[in-house]
């Protein structure tokens, strides 16, 4: 019996994800929970076991294609009577059980309307007077974008799959007329997955919220030492312990003070969040990437280093889980690993705060009226106006400081 394999929704939300890689080919012999395919999703690549045992019939999704949740991507000759499953996207809310290994059930039905697989791109001949001319591929709301343009098809570019026209050809063509292409030597990095994610969530976010960014530089000779100290004690074996750990100290123990700034705007009200998920952005293959340490203001010193350096090992190995991948409150972006003092982050959408923590560097400074060299940083925290004003954007800057510059202030406002 020949069962039909949907892509699932693996993250709560995912309407779309890449196929990476495959494990199995046409005639292979599979078994159930057996890996049979990578995909890559706008947070994390994860693996897919399959819900059947038997002969792999067809494979109807090529890697580097992105699908949509729920069309079938595999076809296997059942070898049992009873599959496991039908789909991991069910029909019906009450045959959502029995599960995959790696996957949890919502109790009672979902809210969420089933997505429905968009037809194929229509073949219909271009006549306007020339029954000879190709025919052109493009689905019925990229026709209605271009009668509505006045794009003629037939000159537009094609860029979509199988030569395909897309919403992006059709609006192309309108801004300028086709030409022909000069060929020059280039590389193409196509966008998707995570590095399309994150394009489309910095441009709502920027875009949408009101950012405000302040600075402030100060004196970081103390966290410098604290840091060499707690290097040598054995709470701290096997971790990394760097200036990062007490930036992310300071900024938790910040929000905690000033908990309104640990919110969310949304256009009925300001949610202010109980638990601070620190976000962590880091930079990887796959592209920029902002997991987040759930309930961070919970963990002590040697917790919090801990997690820091398990977090940024997974995710620059492509590990993180989507549940990693959202929920967070607050960010901090480590810029000056890459030499950089200062800039003027944007905000991870849901999130009203993100601090650049700049590059730490020898310079001339005032100490008790003497100049000396000291180790100095530049901080900027950019925050949504519509949440954060700017006195309490200029608290929340001004303690991580202080605590940065004295830090056993963070034993005393913990």
């Not at 296997?76 to 949890?104: C, I």
Request: hydrophobic share 45%.
């Amino acid at each position: 019996m020949k069962r039909d394999f949907k892509l699932p929704d693996v993250g709560e939300g995912l309407t779309e994800a890449e196929i990476v890689r495959w494990h199995v080919a046409v005639g292979d012999t599979v078994k159930v929970n057996q890996i049979i395919v990578e995909i890559e999703t706008a947070k994390a690549v994860v693996e897919l076991p399959s819900p059947f045992e038997g002969e792999v019939a067809a494979i109807l999704a090529a890697e580097g294609e992105t699908v949509d949740v729920g069309r079938v991507i595999i076809t296997v000759d059942d070898a049992t009577e009873e599959a496991l499953t039908e789909s991991l996207v069910p029909e019906e809310p009450q045959k959502r059980e029995p599960v995959l290994v790696g996957y949890g059930v919502k109790q009672g039905p979902s809210k969420r309307r089933a997505r429905k697989s968009p037809a194929a791109p229509e073949a219909v001949p271009v006549s306007n007077g020339s029954p000879q001319r190709v025919a052109v591929l493009a689905k019925p709301p990229v026709r209605k974008l271009a009668r509505d343009l006045g794009v003629d098809l037939a000159d537009v570019a094609p860029s979509g799959p199988n030569g395909s026209i897309t919403r992006d050809d059709v609006l192309a063509a309108q801004v300028a007329p086709v030409v022909p292409l000069v060929v020059e030597e280039q590389e193409v990095i196509p966008v998707r997955g995570v590095r399309k994610a994150t394009a489309a969530a910095m441009v709502a976010s920027a875009f949408t919220a009101p950012h405000v960014t302040e600075f402030l530089q100060i004196d970081v000779t103390e966290t410098m030492n604290a840091v060499r100290r707690l290097r040598e004690q054995p709470d701290f074996a096997g971790v990394k312990v760097s200036p990062l750990l007490l930036v992310a100290k300071a900024l938790v123990t910040a929000m905690k003070r000033h908990p309104h700034a640990n919110s969310t705007w949304t256009d009925e009200a300001i949610l202010i969040k109980k638990s601070v998920n620190l976000g962590i952005a880091a930079a990887t293959e796959r592209g920029l990437i902002v997991p987040n340490i759930k309930d961070a203001q919970a963990l002590s010193l040697p917790e919090l280093a801990r997690a820091l350096t398990d977090l940024t090992d997974r995710a620059r190995a492509g590990k993180c889980t989507p549940a990693e991948m959202s929920g967070g409150t607050v960010t901090i972006t480590n810029i000056g690993v890459f030499g950089i003092d200062a800039g003027t982050p944007i905000l991870n959408p849901g999130e009203s705060a993100i601090l650049a923590f700049g590059r730490i560097r020898d310079m001339p400074w005032v100490v008790d009226g003497q100049l000396a060299v000291r180790k100095v940083t530049t901080l900027a925290l950019s925050f949504d106006h519509r949440v954060i004003d700017g006195e309490l954007g200029s608290y929340v800057l001004r303690d991580v400081g202080a605590m940065l510059e004295d830090p056993l202030r963070m034993l005393t406002w913990a």
